[in-house]
């Protein structure tokens, strides 16, 4: 078997302008529809049409735009982009040292291979330069990323049962964790 056959792609994680986030909102919205479409609770139901995506997106690009988040992505020089990360930074005037982290969505062609790691990683480094010292997010209880965040530092809060719907109608529990940076 030829060496280069086994290789993995590397994979990049950089943080996006708003020029760039902008110019990004069709692979973002690919990766978005992948991931709801194969079940993962992440605010939209299935079948998530492209308009839908497209339109979630544009917003996302513009809060990049006006400061009011970070926009991580992950890419692999052959796939293009194939994950995503938020830290939403506009918080309240007494909460000015927290951030909250949202769709954290890595494309089902690329998961297995670190991606989900190295974009939680890159975010805490994001939040540090931002000046958050305290992070929070959700996310579905029982999912494979409860262990993603346990491995990566985050402490459990606790649990809301029947919180949100997964994108085929189901009820969904889901659990609260924190950061401390």
Request: hydrophobic share 50%.
């Amino acid at each position: 078997m030829n060496a280069a056959a086994n290789t993995t792609p590397i994979i990049t994680v950089r943080r996006l302008g708003a020029n760039e986030a902008a110019a990004s909102v069709q692979a973002l919205a690919e990766v978005l529809i992948d991931c709801v479409h194969g079940g993962a609770s992440v605010s939209f139901m299935a079948p998530l049409p492209q308009n839908k995506a497209l339109a979630f997106w544009r917003g996302v690009a513009e809060g990049v735009a006006q400061g009011e988040r970070v926009l991580l992505v992950a890419e692999d020089a052959a796939e293009g982009i194939v994950g995503t990360v938020q830290l939403i930074t506009a918080m309240p005037d007494n909460q000015p040292h927290r951030a909250d982290v949202a769709k954290m969505l890595v494309h089902r062609k690329a998961r297995r291979r670190g991606v989900a790691q190295r974009l939680m990683a890159a975010l805490d480094d994001a939040a540090r330069s931002e000046g958050k010292s305290v992070l929070v997010l959700d996310t579905v209880t029982g999912g494979d990323a409860e262990r993603l965040y346990e491995r990566a530092g985050w402490q459990r809060v606790g649990a809301v049962p029947r919180y949100a719907l997964m994108p085929d109608g189901a009820f969904c529990g889901t659990t609260f964790f924190f950061k401390q940076l």
